[in-house]
């Protein structure tokens, strides 16, 4: 079936540095989305990316979606503490199932 | 109501209780599912409702879990005989399923319901 593996798992930054974390499938996916949980919060939804090589920017959050559909990426400028999260790239386990695994934890220091 | 709302927020029970945990999707959401979430874990797929076709329920971990959408809109989630495997946070979501249209549209979820098995 189809596996889509997030990296790396946990990412601690400096406040002020870059950060991407980074889906890869198995498969060609038809689309992908983006969620970011803060700490003790519910998964929030970022953004969906459709085409082949779509990049998408909300404001210091860079989306990024692979010519062939197989991967995808998210890279935040400037790490501020409020980007402290798990991000999530959640895929398809099949008809309008979606999983989410354990996506990338990010720890920001002041 | 405007968000998904779930209930209990925080429910304590004994091991071998049965618990419910009902969610409340947004109003015209068809699509509806049920995550599970341990402390400093991912989320784990649970069932998955969608209109009126059967419910897809390769997640539920054991025979003990069982799940119901009534009218096509409120869920229950029921945990017979409960163990302390299975405290965790009990995520619901729902998102509108455009019709063609295959897993597209964002999931809106619930505040989560937590549950402590003593």
């Known amino acids: 079936g189809q596996q889509v593996m997030q990296i790396p798992q946990y990412q601690h930054v400096q406040e002020g540095e870059d950060f991407t974390t980074y889906c890869n499938s198995s498969?060609?996916?038809?689309?992908i989305q983006w969620y970011k949980q803060r700490p003790g919060g519910h998964p929030v939804f970022l953004i969906q990316l459709v085409k082949s090589g779509e990049v998408k920017k909300q404001k210091r959050l860079t989306f990024q979606f692979g010519e062939a559909k197989k991967n995808s990426s998210l890279h935040i400028t400037a790490t501020q503490t409020t980007d402290v999260g798990t991000y999530f790239c959640p895929f398809s386990g099949g008809y309008n199932k979606l999983i989410f695994g354990a996506g990338t934890r990010l720890a920001v220091h002041p | 109501g405007a968000g998904v709302s779930q209930s209990p927020s925080n429910k304590v029970t004994e091991k071998g209780k049965d618990v419910e945990l009902r969610c409340d999707p947004i109003?015209?959401?068809?699509?509806l599912y049920w995550y599970r979430q341990s402390l400093g874990q991912g989320l784990e797929f649970l069932i998955y409702f969608q209109g009126n076709s059967a419910p897809d329920k390769s997640g539920l971990p054991s025979d003990r879990f069982s799940a119901e959408r009534t009218g096509g809109s409120v869920s229950t989630l029921t945990i017979q005989r409960t163990q302390q495997e299975d405290s965790a946070v009990y995520l619901c979501?729902?998102?509108?399923?455009?019709?063609?249209?295959?897993?597209?549209?964002?999931?809106?979820f619930g505040e989560g319901s937590r549950l402590t098995v003593l």
């Open positions: 109003s015209g959401h068809t699509a």
């Open positions: 498969t060609t996916l038809s689309n």
């Open positions: 979501a729902s998102r509108l399923r455009l019709a063609g249209a295959t897993n597209t549209g964002e999931l809106f």
